[in-house]
Protein backbone atom coordinates (compact mmCIF):
# COMPACT_ATOMS: atom_id res chain seq x y z
CA UNK A 1 0.00 0.00 0.00
CA UNK A 2 1.16 3.39 -1.15
CA UNK A 3 1.69 5.93 2.18
CA UNK A 4 -0.88 8.31 3.25
CA UNK A 5 0.41 11.72 4.32
CA UNK A 6 -1.53 14.16 6.56
CA UNK A 7 -1.01 17.41 4.92
CA UNK A 8 -2.46 21.17 5.73
CA UNK A 9 -2.22 23.09 2.22
CA UNK A 10 -2.61 26.82 2.47
CA UNK A 11 -3.92 29.34 -0.64
CA UNK A 12 -4.12 32.95 -0.66
CA UNK A 13 -6.02 33.57 -3.85
CA UNK A 14 -5.60 36.53 -6.42
CA UNK A 15 -9.23 37.45 -5.44
CA UNK A 16 -7.61 39.31 -2.14
CA UNK A 17 -9.91 38.09 0.19
CA UNK A 18 -7.86 36.12 2.59
CA UNK A 19 -6.04 32.94 3.66
CA UNK A 20 -7.77 28.90 3.27
CA UNK A 21 -6.16 26.14 5.14
CA UNK A 22 -7.34 22.86 4.99
CA UNK A 23 -6.36 19.77 5.83
CA UNK A 24 -6.16 16.38 4.04
CA UNK A 25 -4.26 12.89 3.93
CA UNK A 26 -3.77 11.67 0.79
CA UNK A 27 -1.23 9.28 -0.99
CA UNK A 28 -0.57 11.62 -3.88
CA UNK A 29 -2.64 9.74 -6.32
CA UNK A 30 -5.84 8.76 -6.10
CA UNK A 31 -6.47 8.45 -2.18
CA UNK A 32 -7.71 11.84 -0.98
CA UNK A 33 -9.58 12.09 2.44
CA UNK A 34 -10.75 15.90 2.85
CA UNK A 35 -11.13 16.75 6.45
CA UNK A 36 -11.60 20.08 8.50
CA UNK A 37 -10.87 23.68 6.99
CA UNK A 38 -10.81 27.28 7.26
CA UNK A 39 -11.12 30.61 5.82
CA UNK A 40 -9.00 33.63 7.81
CA UNK A 41 -10.40 36.71 6.20
CA UNK A 42 -8.06 39.63 4.91
CA UNK A 43 -8.39 42.89 7.19
CA UNK A 44 -8.39 46.03 4.87
CA UNK A 45 -5.02 46.90 5.82
CA UNK A 46 -3.61 43.71 4.73
CA UNK A 47 -5.53 43.83 1.61
CA UNK A 48 -3.96 47.49 0.62
CA UNK A 49 -0.71 46.28 1.61
CA UNK A 50 -0.96 43.50 -0.35
CA UNK A 51 -2.55 45.55 -3.33
CA UNK A 52 1.00 47.43 -2.90
CA UNK A 53 2.96 45.06 -3.93
CA UNK A 54 1.21 43.92 -6.97
CA UNK A 55 3.58 43.66 -9.95
CA UNK A 56 6.55 43.02 -7.95
CA UNK A 57 6.62 46.66 -6.36
CA UNK A 58 7.01 48.40 -2.95
CA UNK A 59 8.03 46.92 0.09
CA UNK A 60 7.44 43.43 -0.78
CA UNK A 61 9.77 41.76 1.82
CA UNK A 62 7.67 43.24 4.54
CA UNK A 63 4.61 41.96 3.14
CA UNK A 64 6.30 38.98 2.52
CA UNK A 65 6.74 38.46 5.73
CA UNK A 66 3.59 40.05 7.34
CA UNK A 67 1.92 36.92 4.91
CA UNK A 68 3.86 34.11 6.30
CA UNK A 69 3.12 34.94 9.61
CA UNK A 70 -0.90 35.37 9.01
CA UNK A 71 -0.19 31.78 7.28
CA UNK A 72 1.27 29.92 10.45
CA UNK A 73 -1.65 31.46 12.62
CA UNK A 74 -4.12 30.03 9.83
CA UNK A 75 -1.88 26.77 10.34
CA UNK A 76 -2.45 26.71 14.21
CA UNK A 77 -5.52 28.21 14.55
CA UNK A 78 -6.64 25.06 12.20
CA UNK A 79 -4.63 22.33 14.11
CA UNK A 80 -6.12 23.55 17.33
CA UNK A 81 -9.83 24.52 16.17
CA UNK A 82 -10.11 20.80 15.11
CA UNK A 83 -7.35 19.11 17.33
CA UNK A 84 -5.91 17.63 14.20
CA UNK A 85 -2.97 16.12 16.15
CA UNK A 86 0.72 15.74 13.82
CA UNK A 87 0.86 17.18 10.83
CA UNK A 88 4.03 15.99 8.86
CA UNK A 89 3.66 18.43 5.60
CA UNK A 90 2.16 21.89 4.51
CA UNK A 91 2.01 22.81 1.15
CA UNK A 92 2.32 27.10 0.98
CA UNK A 93 0.91 28.66 -2.39
CA UNK A 94 1.99 32.05 -1.19
CA UNK A 95 0.64 35.21 -2.95
CA UNK A 96 0.99 35.74 -7.12
CA UNK A 97 2.15 39.24 -7.08
CA UNK A 98 3.57 38.93 -10.60
CA UNK A 99 2.52 36.07 -13.55
CA UNK A 100 4.60 36.74 -17.26
CA UNK A 101 4.87 32.94 -18.12
CA UNK A 102 6.46 34.29 -21.81
CA UNK A 103 9.01 36.36 -19.81
CA UNK A 104 9.62 33.05 -17.78
CA UNK A 105 8.83 34.68 -14.78
CA UNK A 106 6.21 34.07 -12.12
CA UNK A 107 6.41 35.40 -8.19
CA UNK A 108 4.66 34.58 -5.38
CA UNK A 109 5.82 36.11 -1.85
CA UNK A 110 5.68 33.94 1.07
CA UNK A 111 8.69 32.56 2.56
CA UNK A 112 8.63 28.63 2.95
CA UNK A 113 11.63 28.65 5.49
CA UNK A 114 10.05 31.16 7.82
CA UNK A 115 6.50 29.09 7.71
CA UNK A 116 8.81 26.07 8.48
CA UNK A 117 10.36 27.59 11.22
CA UNK A 118 7.44 29.41 12.85
CA UNK A 119 5.51 26.00 12.60
CA UNK A 120 7.98 23.48 13.49
CA UNK A 121 6.46 21.69 9.96
CA UNK A 122 8.23 20.45 6.96
CA UNK A 123 6.83 23.09 4.34
CA UNK A 124 6.57 22.64 0.46
CA UNK A 125 6.62 26.15 -1.63
CA UNK A 126 7.16 27.76 -4.69
CA UNK A 127 4.93 25.25 -6.84
CA UNK A 128 4.85 27.03 -9.80
CA UNK A 129 8.74 28.16 -10.93
CA UNK A 130 9.98 24.96 -12.59
CA UNK A 131 7.01 24.57 -14.65
CA UNK A 132 7.85 28.39 -15.86
CA UNK A 133 11.63 27.77 -15.95
CA UNK A 134 10.52 24.21 -18.30
CA UNK A 135 8.48 26.32 -20.63
CA UNK A 136 4.99 26.04 -18.88
CA UNK A 137 2.54 29.01 -18.22
CA UNK A 138 2.56 27.71 -14.42
CA UNK A 139 -1.00 27.70 -14.04
CA UNK A 140 -3.39 26.03 -13.20
CA UNK A 141 -1.84 23.60 -11.16
CA UNK A 142 -4.99 22.22 -9.46
CA UNK A 143 -6.19 20.02 -12.36
CA UNK A 144 -4.24 17.10 -11.34
CA UNK A 145 -6.20 17.33 -7.52
CA UNK A 146 -9.61 18.25 -10.09
CA UNK A 147 -8.89 15.19 -11.86
CA UNK A 148 -8.18 12.76 -8.53
CA UNK A 149 -11.87 13.52 -6.97
CA UNK A 150 -13.54 13.37 -10.21
CA UNK A 151 -12.86 9.72 -11.02
CA UNK A 152 -16.63 8.57 -10.03
CA UNK A 153 -18.33 11.02 -12.40
CA UNK A 154 -19.88 11.45 -15.33
CA UNK A 155 -17.46 13.19 -18.10
CA UNK A 156 -16.85 14.83 -20.23
CA UNK A 157 -17.04 17.29 -16.79
CA UNK A 158 -15.45 21.13 -16.40
CA UNK A 159 -14.44 21.95 -13.24
CA UNK A 160 -14.76 25.99 -13.24
CA UNK A 161 -12.75 27.85 -10.65
CA UNK A 162 -13.98 31.67 -10.51
CA UNK A 163 -11.24 33.19 -8.18
CA UNK A 164 -9.44 36.41 -9.21
CA UNK A 165 -9.03 35.08 -12.13
CA UNK A 166 -11.09 31.75 -13.93
CA UNK A 167 -9.79 28.92 -15.10
CA UNK A 168 -11.10 25.51 -16.15
CA UNK A 169 -10.14 22.26 -15.99
CA UNK A 170 -11.80 19.68 -18.71
CA UNK A 171 -11.79 15.86 -17.58
CA UNK A 172 -12.86 12.80 -20.20
CA UNK A 173 -12.67 8.88 -19.91
CA UNK A 174 -9.11 8.25 -19.84
CA UNK A 175 -6.08 9.01 -17.63
CA UNK A 176 -4.44 11.53 -20.10
CA UNK A 177 -8.33 12.87 -20.77
CA UNK A 178 -7.69 16.34 -19.32
CA UNK A 179 -7.29 20.01 -20.39
CA UNK A 180 -6.55 22.86 -18.53
CA UNK A 181 -6.10 26.51 -18.59
CA UNK A 182 -7.34 30.02 -18.00
CA UNK A 183 -10.04 31.35 -19.15
CA UNK A 184 -10.34 35.09 -18.28
CA UNK A 185 -11.15 37.49 -15.45
CA UNK A 186 -12.75 35.92 -12.81
CA UNK A 187 -13.60 37.80 -9.85
CA UNK A 188 -11.00 40.58 -9.67
CA UNK A 189 -12.34 42.86 -12.10
CA UNK A 190 -15.99 42.67 -10.34
CA UNK A 191 -14.41 42.68 -6.91
CA UNK A 192 -11.74 45.98 -7.51
CA UNK A 193 -15.05 47.70 -9.40
CA UNK A 194 -17.32 47.26 -6.32
CA UNK A 195 -14.69 48.13 -3.72
CA UNK A 196 -14.21 51.59 -5.64
CA UNK A 197 -18.21 52.10 -6.31
CA UNK A 198 -19.35 50.57 -2.89
CA UNK A 199 -16.17 50.43 -0.44
CA UNK A 200 -17.19 46.94 -0.38
CA UNK A 201 -14.66 44.35 -2.13
CA UNK A 202 -17.34 42.19 -3.60
CA UNK A 203 -20.48 42.65 -5.10
CA UNK A 204 -22.34 40.79 -2.51
CA UNK A 205 -24.72 38.32 -4.22
CA UNK A 206 -24.98 40.05 -7.51
CA UNK A 207 -26.48 42.83 -6.15
CA UNK A 208 -24.96 45.40 -8.06
CA UNK A 209 -24.89 43.83 -11.57
CA UNK A 210 -28.20 42.65 -10.98
CA UNK A 211 -29.42 46.49 -11.08
CA UNK A 212 -27.77 47.07 -14.15
CA UNK A 213 -27.71 46.57 -17.91
CA UNK A 214 -24.72 45.03 -20.23
CA UNK A 215 -23.28 47.24 -22.03
CA UNK A 216 -22.76 44.78 -25.47
CA UNK A 217 -20.46 47.16 -26.70
CA UNK A 218 -18.02 47.24 -24.69
CA UNK A 219 -18.60 43.50 -24.18
CA UNK A 220 -17.84 42.94 -27.91
CA UNK A 221 -14.68 44.83 -27.19
CA UNK A 222 -13.41 43.07 -24.35
CA UNK A 223 -14.25 39.25 -26.86
CA UNK A 224 -11.99 40.53 -29.64
CA UNK A 225 -9.17 40.26 -27.09
CA UNK A 226 -6.74 37.89 -28.98
CA UNK A 227 -6.71 36.06 -26.01
CA UNK A 228 -9.75 34.37 -26.72
CA UNK A 229 -8.62 32.73 -29.94
CA UNK A 230 -5.36 31.34 -28.67
CA UNK A 231 -5.25 27.88 -27.96
CA UNK A 232 -4.66 26.51 -24.65
CA UNK A 233 -3.14 25.60 -22.48
CA UNK A 234 -2.69 29.46 -21.54
CA UNK A 235 -2.46 31.73 -18.36
CA UNK A 236 -3.56 35.02 -17.06
CA UNK A 237 -1.82 37.83 -14.56
CA UNK A 238 -4.67 39.50 -12.32
CA UNK A 239 -4.49 42.56 -13.94
CA UNK A 240 -4.16 41.27 -17.61
CA UNK A 241 -7.60 42.48 -18.51
CA UNK A 242 -7.71 46.27 -16.40
CA UNK A 243 -7.61 47.68 -19.66
CA UNK A 244 -11.33 46.74 -20.22
CA UNK A 245 -12.85 48.09 -17.04
CA UNK A 246 -16.07 50.21 -18.32
CA UNK A 247 -14.47 53.49 -16.90
CA UNK A 248 -17.43 55.08 -18.34
CA UNK A 249 -20.60 53.29 -17.05
CA UNK A 250 -22.53 53.72 -13.84
CA UNK A 251 -21.24 51.60 -10.96
CA UNK A 252 -24.41 49.19 -11.44
CA UNK A 253 -24.15 49.08 -15.39
CA UNK A 254 -20.47 48.54 -14.54
CA UNK A 255 -20.24 45.92 -12.83
CA UNK A 256 -23.01 43.89 -15.01
CA UNK A 257 -20.87 44.42 -17.69
CA UNK A 258 -17.60 43.10 -16.00
CA UNK A 259 -20.08 39.93 -14.74
CA UNK A 260 -21.02 39.81 -18.46
CA UNK A 261 -17.68 39.34 -19.19
CA UNK A 262 -16.94 36.98 -17.34
CA UNK A 263 -19.45 34.26 -18.09
CA UNK A 264 -18.76 35.36 -21.96
CA UNK A 265 -15.04 34.60 -21.51
CA UNK A 266 -15.79 31.09 -20.25
CA UNK A 267 -18.07 30.76 -22.87
CA UNK A 268 -15.48 31.71 -25.14
CA UNK A 269 -13.68 28.81 -23.52
CA UNK A 270 -15.56 25.97 -23.94
CA UNK A 271 -15.03 26.40 -27.65
CA UNK A 272 -11.36 24.56 -27.22
CA UNK A 273 -13.11 21.57 -25.42
CA UNK A 274 -11.69 18.55 -27.06
CA UNK A 275 -15.77 17.36 -26.52
CA UNK A 276 -18.59 19.53 -24.93
CA UNK A 277 -18.55 19.03 -21.00
CA UNK A 278 -22.11 17.30 -19.91
CA UNK A 279 -21.86 19.83 -16.74
CA UNK A 280 -19.59 22.52 -14.80
CA UNK A 281 -18.97 22.43 -11.55
CA UNK A 282 -18.18 25.67 -9.99
CA UNK A 283 -15.69 26.88 -7.35
CA UNK A 284 -14.13 29.80 -6.07
CA UNK A 285 -16.00 32.60 -5.01
CA UNK A 286 -17.96 33.17 -8.18
CA UNK A 287 -20.17 30.81 -7.20
CA UNK A 288 -21.63 32.41 -4.29
CA UNK A 289 -22.84 35.01 -7.10
CA UNK A 290 -26.33 33.96 -8.40
CA UNK A 291 -25.99 36.84 -11.09
CA UNK A 292 -22.27 35.72 -12.41
CA UNK A 293 -23.86 31.47 -11.83
CA UNK A 294 -27.13 32.72 -13.95
CA UNK A 295 -25.47 34.39 -16.79
CA UNK A 296 -22.99 31.19 -16.78
CA UNK A 297 -26.04 29.11 -17.41
CA UNK A 298 -27.06 31.50 -19.95
CA UNK A 299 -24.25 31.23 -22.22
CA UNK A 300 -23.20 27.64 -21.41
CA UNK A 301 -25.22 24.47 -23.38
CA UNK A 302 -25.06 22.26 -19.80
CA UNK A 303 -26.12 22.04 -16.02
CA UNK A 304 -24.10 25.08 -14.11
CA UNK A 305 -23.66 23.50 -10.38
CA UNK A 306 -21.66 24.83 -7.27
CA UNK A 307 -19.02 21.77 -6.38
CA UNK A 308 -20.95 21.25 -2.88
CA UNK A 309 -23.29 19.31 -5.52
CA UNK A 310 -21.21 16.72 -5.66
CA UNK A 311 -19.61 17.37 -1.96
CA UNK A 312 -16.89 19.05 -2.70
CA UNK A 313 -15.92 21.95 -0.70
CA UNK A 314 -15.60 24.83 -3.12
CA UNK A 315 -14.37 26.87 0.13
CA UNK A 316 -11.60 24.37 0.30
CA UNK A 317 -10.57 23.32 -2.91
CA UNK A 318 -7.81 25.48 -4.09
CA UNK A 319 -6.14 24.60 -0.64
CA UNK A 320 -6.69 20.82 -0.58
CA UNK A 321 -5.25 21.00 -4.35
CA UNK A 322 -1.98 22.63 -3.05
CA UNK A 323 -1.70 20.42 -0.08
CA UNK A 324 -2.16 17.30 -2.74
CA UNK A 325 0.24 18.57 -4.83
CA UNK A 326 3.05 19.08 -1.67
CA UNK A 327 2.87 15.09 -1.50
CA UNK A 328 3.28 14.93 -5.25
CA UNK A 329 6.51 17.18 -5.33
CA UNK A 330 7.72 15.02 -2.08
CA UNK A 331 7.33 12.20 -4.09
CA UNK A 332 8.78 13.85 -7.08
CA UNK A 333 5.53 13.18 -8.81
CA UNK A 334 4.54 15.10 -11.79
CA UNK A 335 2.41 18.82 -10.74
CA UNK A 336 1.82 20.07 -14.24
CA UNK A 337 1.37 18.27 -17.48
CA UNK A 338 1.29 19.41 -21.16
CA UNK A 339 -2.18 19.65 -21.52
CA UNK A 340 -2.32 21.72 -18.11
CA UNK A 341 0.20 23.99 -18.21
CA UNK A 342 1.83 23.66 -22.01
CA UNK A 343 5.24 22.28 -20.50
CA UNK A 344 6.80 20.29 -23.11
CA UNK A 345 7.27 16.95 -20.17
CA UNK A 346 5.40 16.42 -17.37
CA UNK A 347 7.04 18.31 -14.44
CA UNK A 348 7.43 18.07 -11.20
CA UNK A 349 8.10 21.09 -8.95
CA UNK A 350 7.90 22.69 -5.52
CA UNK A 351 10.93 23.59 -3.22
CA UNK A 352 10.86 21.70 0.55
CA UNK A 353 11.98 23.65 3.75
CA UNK A 354 12.50 21.01 6.20
CA UNK A 355 11.72 22.54 9.75
CA UNK A 356 14.63 20.76 10.98
CA UNK A 357 17.13 22.63 9.21
CA UNK A 358 14.92 26.14 9.93
Request: proline share 6%; hydrophobic share 45%.
Amino acid sequence: MSRVYRVIGLMSGTSLDGIDAAFIETDGATKVVAGPSLTIPYDAAMRRRLRSVLGGQGPVAEVERALTEAHADAVRTLMTRHDLGPIELLGFHGHTILHRPQARRTWQIGNGALLARLTGIDVVADFRSADVAAGGEGAPLAPLYHAALAGPLEKPLAVLNLGGVGNVTWIGEGEDAILAFDTGPGNALIDDWALAHTGRGVDLDGALAGAGRVDEAHLATFLAHPYFARRPPKSLDRDEFRAFLPSALGPADGAATLTAMTAAAVAQAARHFPAPARRWLVTGGGRRNPVLMAALAERLNAPVEPVEQVGWDGDALEAQAFAYLAVRSVLGLPLSLPRTTGVARPTTGGRLFRASAQ
